[in-house]
């Protein structure tokens, strides 16, 4: 039989579990977003950037900065999250050893 503490451990684990996927969506979304940024550039890059391209480029190494920057900040939740889904492993298998002792 399950006690209080490790179903809310189980439920706080889904939830992690769930949180971590869809960040781990987010990170692959702009990392592929950064990607299509820096293509862009180097094409631009390579037909010789006129006047009018500079500007989408400036616009396009900002976008590309932003992303980044929101990358390595979701990269940074994804480990957070990762630390406490193996706290919450730990936790759960010390429990299960010490009721295995009793």
């Known amino acids: 039989m399950l006690s209080d503490n490790e179903r809310h ?19 692959a979304s702009f990392r592929r977003r950064a990607l299509q940024a820096e293509t862009q550039l180097r094409a631009l890059e390579a037909r010789g950037a006129v006047l009018s391209d ?11 900065a932003a992303l980044r920057v929101r990358l390595d900040e979701a ?3 994804a480990q957070s999250m990762l630390d406490r889904v193996r706290f919450l492993r730990q936790q759960q298998d010390q429990s299960a050893a010490a009721a295995g002792e009793r």
């Open 54 to 64: 500079v500007t989408k480029l400036e616009t396009l190494e900002a976008d590309n």
């Open 9 to 27: 451990d189980r439920v706080a684990f889904r939830e992690l579990e769930v949180l971590i996927r869809h960040l781990g969506d987010e990170l």
């Open 75 to 77: 990269a940074g939740r």
